[in-house]
């Protein structure tokens, strides 16, 4: 019997679902440029998803779920104004707080207040910014190399947040400013 080989790098950067599935509103995951699945908590996510690049579902079989790592109580982050430990901002995806919005593009990261320039930086442009478990924010190019990091190693941050007035700010788990930027 033959198996065709399963390359989890080509589900990087789409939304998956298993096709065993038979709920009229199918379990969805986001496939992040480190390979994880976050889960995509509610329509809103999903569509803001869908519209920024990352397309119609794909039905996966369980075997190619299984090669795709799930990371438990982690959501996938779009039009939401924070993300949490081991949540990512993909590329094109956004974050959104007021009339800011952060976007992260493959050449740049920018803010912008209802639709104009705030800043862009191509420095910490990548294909995932991604805030881990060591408490350090870091931004990733499409290989998977990082390219820029808040270097809070160690400070216990567990949310990046856009504020309503533009600011960018990682904070603990008992809501004291760790970072700003």
Not at 25 to 41: A, C, E, F, L
Not at 77 to 98: F, H, K, P
Not at 127 to 139: E, F, R, Y
Not at 167 to 181: H, M, V
Request: charged share 15%; with cysteine; proline share 2%.
């Amino acid at each position: 019997m033959w198996v065709s080989t399963i390359n989890p790098r080509d589900y990087h950067h789409a939304i998956v679902q298993w096709d065993g599935d038979t709920a009229a509103q199918k379990t969805s995951w986001m496939v992040g440029n480190d390979g994880n699945r976050r889960w995509i908590p509610d329509l809103a996510t999903f569509q803001c998803l869908h519209d920024t690049g990352s397309g119609n579902a794909i039905s996966a079989s369980s075997d190619v779920l299984d090669t795709l790592p799930n990371l438990n109580n982690v959501w996938a982050t779009c039009g939401a104004d924070r993300i949490g430990v081991n949540g990512a901002l993909e590329e094109n995806s956004y974050l959104q707080a007021g009339g800011y919005r952060l976007t992260i593009t493959s050449t740049e990261v920018d803010l912008t207040n209802n639709g104009h320039l705030v800043w862009a930086n191509t420095i910490r442009a990548g294909a995932q910014l991604k805030l881990q478990t060591d408490g350090n924010l870091v931004s990733y190019n499409a290989d998977g190399t990082a390219h820029w990091a808040t270097n809070t190693v160690g400070s216990g941050a567990a949310w990046l947040v856009l504020g309503t007035d533009g600011s960018l700010r990682l904070y603990n788990a008992g809501g004291r400013q760790i970072w700003s930027g």
